[in-house]
T-cell receptor, first 112, second 111 residues
Framework: DTAVSQTPKYLVTQMGNDKSIKCEQN?????MYWYKQDSKKFLKIMFS???????INETVPNRFSPKSPDKAHLNLHINSLELGDSAVYFC???????????FGPGTRLLVL | DQQVKQNSPSLSVQEGRISILNCDYT??????FLWYKKYPAEGPTFLIS?????DKNEDGRFTVFLNKSAKHLSLHIVPSQPGDSAVYFC??????????FGKGTRLHILP
């Protein structure tokens, strides 16, 4: 009974490719997030959606596009992958923007 | 510019003793502070939090202390257990704003 799940867990791809990471939560939360943990181990927010509406959009390149088909899903699509995109991407969800965030297991992306 | 700083990348503590993890912040507008724990190959899990109107919050073996004047908070784990070995992230947020995470401190509990 996984609360926040992400697929795939590992993703190895070539520069220039387009890839997607999927996130699903079964907690009934209305707010979902994407975080990036880079090689320096900083965990930084990228996007936040509340009830399918974008509420936080940090200074992330346009190549990154989140898509929320419904409240339980927030997918991350990345176009024209670059070496610097290699990182661990975490999805999270919460019941409202002020509430505790629950994280998925992460997707380890390696761009070659 | 790091708004949340965890200056100790790692910490080793004997099993049964007290573990103290420290965190400093620079933004005086932060009003809510959290600690997350992370095991390898897993996502961070929420551990304990504290509002800026309090200076202490306790939950079992875990206590968080907040010193607003020093812009400092700490997480105490007593007694430390082998399962506490993990990376601990300090985090802070302003009202209705995003969470800012520190870089984390890796805690090793020694047998």
């Amino acid at each position: 009974d996984t609360a926040v799940s992400q697929t795939p867990k590992y993703l190895v791809t070539q520069m220039g490719n387009d890839k997607s990471i999927k996130c699903e939560q079964n907690l009934g939360h209305d707010t979902m997030y994407w975080y990036k943990q880079d090689s320096k181990k900083f965990l930084k927010i990228m996007f936040s959606y509340n009830n399918k509406e974008l509420i936080i959009n940090e200074t992330v390149p346009n190549r990154f596009s989140p898509k929320s088909p419904d409240k339980a899903h927030l997918n991350l699509h990345i176009n024209s992958l670059e070496l610097g995109d290699s990182a661990v991407y975490f999805c999270a969800s919460s019941l409202g923007a002020r509430e505790t965030q629950y994280f998925g297991p992460g997707t380890r992306l390696l761009v070659l | 510019d790091q708004q949340v700083k965890q200056n100790s990348p790692s910490l080793s503590v004997q099993e049964g003793r007290i573990s103290i993890l420290n965190c400093d912040y620079t933004n005086s507008m932060f009003d809510y502070f959290l600690w997350y724990k992370k095991y390898p190959a897993e996502g961070p899990t929420f551990l304990i939090s504290i509002s800026s109107i309090k200076d202490k919050n306790e939950d079992g073996r875990f206590t968080v202390f907040l010193n607003k004047s020093a812009k400092h908070l700490s997480l105490h784990i007593v007694p430390s257990q082998p399962g506490d070995s993990a990376v601990y992230f300090c985090a802070a947020k302003e009202w209705d704003d995003k969470i800012i995470f520190g870089k984390g401190t890796r805690l090793h509990i020694l047998p």
